[in-house]
């Protein structure tokens, strides 16, 4: 019974993701380019929304970029950076245009994040109060360990990055005292 309960739900977790307007040049995998340096393939997202009676267009591109710096993972596995690119316009003028890279997340990144991460997304999560909420990472290369953040873009085309720690308590792992507890039941 709980398998089907977990198909269900995943098969309407996909539904509602809904189809997307994604042009994404290359494979979905990571590439290896002639030195040895893999790569995320380059990216290219458009997408527009209705902010009251505003529409908002936003485009998110990236690609690997040569004038970052190289990431070593601890096996020696060479990877470029990314940069990610941001243009947002309003009613047909343009509100938003800036990249970013990992630098930009460096003060609120731990140590080993910001010698072993890259940036590795963008995409836009929910529009509030005028503002846009865009989620992005920081990830270690092949990994499910990340930073995550969000960017938010004012309505009068200010930003700012906080620490995204909408983690649903669910999600999180038991303290240590509450394992101890969980082992007697």
Sequence with gaps: MKRFLIIGLGLV???SCGPQKIEQEGSDQTDQDNDGVWELPNYAYTDSLMQGSHKVVYAITSEGDDEL?????EDGTKYRDNRW???ITKDGKQLFNRSFTKADFKSQL??????YGLMDGLRFNHAEEGKLYFNT??????SDMSCP????IGPDGSYRIEPNNTLDEDDLPPAPDQMEEQGDA
């Design 69 to 73: 710096p190289i990431v070593v993972d």
């Design 85 to 87: 690119k941001l243009v």
């Design 137 to 142: 990472c920081v990830s270690f290369p092949d």
């Design 149 to 152: 953040f969000f960017l938010i």
């Design 13 to 15: 977790f996909l539904a």
């Design 110 to 115: 731990p140590g080993d994040f910001q010698k």
